[in-house]
């Protein structure tokens, strides 16, 4: 799942497809769960760079899924680990890694999955 444009309702490619956040999130409450996890980082990266006065350019936020084979195969979409991955073309490699930082210390969907949740840079 990537996310990309501007992150208020931000663009979505999920495999064979896209669409804006809007329309996926009423979907089916997977879709909802799926994006509402690297939707929160985005949106917690985008302010913290702006608090710190770091002009972001064509971000992109991409989360991979990993998921228990065993209960997939049972029909149960149970997420073993989710590697995110953040990009911008406007912030040098130590900006990004003190935005993501404070990404970690700030953001609610990370904070309560910490164990589950990766965020790299891209």
Known sequence: ?????????????????KS????IY???P????????PHCIAEAFESVAR?????LKDC????VYELDEKQFMLGYPVITKVK???????????EMEE???KVKKECPIYLSFKEKIEILSN
């Open 1 to 17: 799942i990537t996310l990309s444009g501007d992150f208020n309702n931000p663009d979505v490619e999920l495999p064979g497809r």
């Open 20 to 23: 804006k956040a809007d329309k």
């Open 26 to 28: 009423v979907e089916s």
């Open 30 to 37: 997977l879709f909802a769960f799926l994006i509402s996890i």
């Open 51 to 55: 608090r710190e006065g770091i002009r």
């Open 60 to 63: 992109k936020i991409k989360a």
């Open 84 to 94: 995110v991955y953040v990009s911008s073309k406007g912030c040098t490699k130590e």
């Open 99 to 101: 935005i993501l930082s």
